[in-house]
Nanobody, 128 residues
Framework: VQLQASGGGLVQAGGSLRLACSASGGTFSGYTMGWFRQASGKEREFVAAISWSGGARYYAGAVKGRFTISRDNSKNTLYLQMNSLKPEDTAVYYC??????????????????????WGQGTQVTVSS
């Protein structure tokens, strides 16, 4: 499967953006999906993850209550709705897919090691 992230851009603090991640060339449903981000000069960090059905979701503390992860398996698309954006949310955002069917685990899904297929990233810049 290949992943293509889109929807990034420049937004003022307090604004909103919706990222999308389209999957092609393979099976999308059945696998945990995640969003990660990497700010300039920093390590990649977990943002959010969602189980194959969408019934379980897990968020990093920094985004909980502001971001919402969702998926539409009929469209092979993963989403990240980002509200109340802050300058510290500025980063390249990546979507990723777990390569194995497994029971959703918040601990496991928050680790980059759980994923082996990554999108190319989309830049989100939040101005103050």
């Amino acid at each position: 499967v290949q992943l293509q992230a889109s929807g990034g851009g420049l937004v003022q603090a307090g604004g909103s953006l919706r990222l999308a991640c389209s999957a092609s060339g393979g099976t999308f449903s059945g696998y945990t999906m995640g969003w990660f981000r990497q700010a300039s000069g920093k390590e990649r960090e977990f943002v959010a993850a969602i189980s194959w059905s969408g019934g379980a979701r897990y968020y990093a503390g920094a985004v909980k209550g502001r971001f919402t992860i969702s998926r539409d398996n009929s469209k092979n698309t993963l989403y990240l709705q980002m509200n109340s954006l802050k300058p510290e949310d500025t980063a390249v955002y990546y979507c990723a897919s777990d390569p194995q069917v497994r029971t959703f685990s918040s601990n496991y899904s928050s680790s980059a090691r759980a994923y082996d297929v990554w999108g190319q990233g989309t830049q989100v810049t939040v101005s103050s």
